[in-house]
Structures are given as C-alpha cells and as structure tokens.
C-alpha cells in the first residue's frame, strides 16, 4: 500500500501530463504546423521585412492541439512548413522508434513534393544570403519549421515544393547572388522536367498505405486525411487510364485531337508530336498503369482510417472539383492561403467526429 505523500505525488497533475497523460501525435505540412497563425510582418532597423510569429497564439490555435484538449491528450507535432508525403512517413517512423503515442492524426499533404539530403556535396554548394547567412539557421525552417517535438527541426534532409522551385527560377532572373540554390540549379530544374504528377499520386496512395500498415504494426489507433484534395486528382487519374486501356492508341489519340485536354492528368496537352502519345498510349496498357493504379486506389479508400473528405474546400474558394461561386463550404484564409483559425477549429471537431464514429478509439 502506498503513502499518503506516494499517492499525492502519483496523481499530481504535473506528473500525470508528464509520464501518463496519453499522447496524440499529428504529423503533416504547414498547414498542420499552423502557418499563418499568429504572423505579422515587421521591418528590421536596414528597411529589409520580415515575418514574425507569435508560436504561443499559433500552437495553441491550431488544430492539433484543439483535437488533443477535445480528447484529452497532450500533442505531438511534427509538421514542417514545405514538407513532402515522404517526410511525412519518414519522421513519423522515426518518432515511434523512440517514442509511445495513443493515437496518431496524420495530415497528407500535396504529392509533388520531395526531399534532398543534406549531404556534404550539399552544404557545399548551398549559397548563403544577406537575410540567412547560416547554414544551420537555413536549415532548421525559420518560423515554418518544426517546433520541440522534432527537437529543433534539424534533420538529414531539405524540403522542396513548387514555391522553392518558383524561388529558384525567380533568382535565375533576378540577383542569383541570394539564391542558395544557385549551385545546384541546373540539378533541381531537371528534376522538376521529370517530376511527374502521376507518379507521384501512385506514390501519394502508397504512402497512405504505408503509413497505416506501420500503424497497425505498432498498435496505434490512427486516422490519415486528405487535405489538399489528392484523392480527388486520383478520382481523374484513375478515369483516364481506365479510358486509355480500354481503347486502341489510335482512338485514344483522336480522342486528343478533338478535345485536347482529355489525358491531360496523364499526358500532357496535345501539341501535335503523334508518334510519341501513340508510344506512350502503348506504354500505359502493356505496363498495366490502369490495374496497378486501381489496386491502391481501392485499398486506399476501404480503409476505416482514411478520411477523403475535402478539407481544402473549408480554405480555398476554388479547387479541382468545386466553382469558386459553388463552394458552400468556404469559411475563410489568411492572406496566404493557409486556414485561418475558424477552418482549425472545424477540422478539429471534424477529426475528432470521425475518430469517434469511426470507432478508431
């Protein structure tokens, strides 16, 4: 039998937050980071501007957090502004060899997205700038980098995005000096060339695939949802190569011609070069894209944890499937796009709806 003073140090709230209080870790992109929340832009003494960030106000705003008070849990977030799908599954791995979580949230982000190490050959050719001339300040994100629970947000890898490409080419035609990517341009453009984004949604599918098998492997009740409407773009890819498979290449072809928009998740827009959609054509039926494609799309959508509702509907006016005027389920944005603070509150009770009906806890 305890003391009296062991039982009172057992149930201290202290204490119990500590060492017992269950754990919900939610991993994901900036949006799950809480970008934009909390920000303002100020002007250092040299006139040069900045965004500042108030972490308390973002953290205690954004969605993960309001899903563990609503569950009584203590959040862990990884979440990365900029990251990938595949830093995503990567952290999220790493985290549960050292670490115990109760329930784990994922927030799946924008497929054609991709990681680089930070590798010697790397640093060696990364360029300081006047605002970030440290490479270790570079490296952990700035205000868009993962908070405590990543342990400082340095890790073996950089994160690249559309916008990091935009920043790249913007620098190829304005002071290159800034860019530090300068020295590794002609590498980054050419994977972008090849970059395709029908790959990366059969990628996107695996990776939600991956997620909940390592999941139910450590025993951990989760829920994976799509934030930025991926699954609606696998809806149209998997359309296309079901059409492209069951007809000739000729007929796909003519198809091109009359409506040249037709393939255009597939292939490309039809600009005229016949032989190469017509090889191409071919390719997509004899390396069975349309079966392979079908197979993850369906695993992915029997699943109990994945969510496909259209979260991004809530923040963005316009998307894949939805009219801007036909949205009704817009609640508003901050000026950069990211999710003002209603949109978190919603998604949070929208999750913890779905982990409850669900019946993942």
């Given at each position: 039998?305890?003391?009296?003073?062991?039982?009172?140090?057992?149930?201290?709230?202290?204490?119990?937050?500590?060492?017992?209080?269950?754990?919900?870790?939610?991993?994901?992109?900036?949006?799950?980071?809480?970008?934009?929340?909390?920000?303002?832009?100020?002007?250092?003494?040299?006139?040069?501007?900045?965004?500042?960030?108030?972490?308390?106000?973002?953290?205690?705003?954004?969605?993960?957090?309001?899903?563990?008070?609503?569950?009584?849990?203590?959040?862990?977030?990884?979440?990365?502004?900029?990251?990938?799908?595949?830093?995503?599954?990567?952290?999220?791995?790493?985290?549960?060899?050292?670490?115990?979580?109760?329930?784990?949230?994922?927030?799946?982000?924008?497929?054609?997205?991709?990681?680089?190490?930070?590798?010697?050959?790397?640093?060696?050719?990364?360029?300081?700038?006047k605002i970030t001339?440290?490479?270790?300040?570079?490296?952990?994100?700035?205000?868009?980098?993962?908070?405590?629970?990543?342990?400082?947000?340095?890790?073996?890898?950089?994160?690249?995005?559309?916008?990091?490409?935009?920043?790249?080419?913007?620098?190829?035609?304005?002071?290159?000096?800034?860019?530090?990517?300068?020295?590794?341009?002609?590498?980054?453009?050419?994977?972008?060339?090849?970059?395709?984004?029908?790959?990366?949604?059969?990628?996107?599918?695996?990776?939600?695939?991956?997620?909940?098998?390592?999941?139910?492997?450590?025993?951990?009740?989760?829920?994976?949802?799509?934030?930025?409407?991926?699954?609606?773009?696998?809806?149209?890819?998997?359309?296309?190569?079901?059409?492209?498979?069951?007809?000739?290449?000729?007929?796909?072809?003519?198809?091109?011609?009359?409506?040249?928009?037709?393939?255009?998740?597939?292939?490309?827009?039809?600009?005229?070069?016949?032989?190469?959609?017509?090889?191409?054509?071919?390719?997509?039926?004899?390396?069975?894209?349309?079966?392979?494609?079908?197979k993850l799309y369906?695993?992915?959508?029997?699943?109990?944890?994945?969510?496909?509702?259209?979260?991004?509907?809530?923040?963005?006016?316009?998307?894949?499937?939805?009219?801007?005027?036909?949205?009704?389920?817009?609640?508003?944005?901050?000026?950069?796009?990211?999710?003002?603070?209603?949109?978190?509150?919603?998604?949070?009770?929208?999750?913890?709806?779905?982990?409850?009906?669900?019946?993942?806890?």
């Amino acid at each position: 039998m305890l003391l009296e003073e062991e039982q009172s140090d057992l149930h201290s709230t202290g204490f119990y937050e500590v060492d017992y209080k269950p754990k919900l870790l939610t991993n994901g992109c900036s949006i799950t980071l809480g970008a934009e929340l909390g920000e303002e832009t100020r002007t250092f003494e040299d006139g040069n501007k900045y965004q500042h960030c108030d972490t308390d106000y973002r953290n205690k705003h954004r969605w993960s957090t309001l899903l563990a008070e609503m569950l009584e849990m203590e959040p862990k977030n990884l979440a990365r502004g900029g990251g990938s799908n595949w830093r995503i599954w990567r952290t999220t791995q790493d985290y549960l060899l050292e670490n115990s979580v109760s329930l784990a949230v994922i927030q799946m982000t924008e497929p054609s997205r991709f990681q680089i190490p930070i590798s010697f050959d790397f640093l060696k050719r990364w360029n300081p700038s006047k605002i970030t001339p440290d490479f270790n300040n570079w490296a952990t994100g700035g205000i868009y980098g993962p908070g405590t629970d990543m342990g400082g947000g340095y890790e073996e890898y950089s994160h690249w995005n559309w916008g990091e490409q935009h920043q790249l080419n913007s620098f190829m035609n304005g002071d290159i000096h800034e860019s530090h990517y300068k020295d590794m341009g002609e590498e980054l453009t050419g994977f972008f060339l090849i970059n395709d984004q029908m790959h990366n949604f059969f990628d996107y599918m695996r990776h939600v695939l991956y997620l909940h098998n390592m999941f139910t492997y450590y025993n951990i009740p989760h829920l994976i949802v799509d934030m930025l409407e991926a699954f609606t773009m696998c809806s149209y890819i998997k359309k296309e190569l079901e059409e492209i498979t069951n007809m000739s290449e000729h007929e796909a072809l003519e198809k091109m011609k009359k409506i040249p928009l037709h393939f255009l998740e597939t292939t490309e827009e039809y600009q005229g070069n016949d032989r190469d959609y017509l090889t191409w054509f071919k390719y997509v039926k004899k390396s069975n894209m349309s079966k392979k494609f079908n197979k993850l799309y369906n695993a992915v959508i029997s699943l109990k944890e994945y969510d496909g509702h259209p979260y991004r509907n809530y923040f963005s006016r316009g998307t894949k499937a939805v009219h801007p005027e036909g949205n009704d389920m817009y609640i508003g944005e901050m000026p950069g796009g990211h999710p003002n603070e209603q949109c978190h509150k919603v998604f949070a009770e929208r999750m913890y709806n779905e982990i409850k009906t669900r019946r993942i806890l």
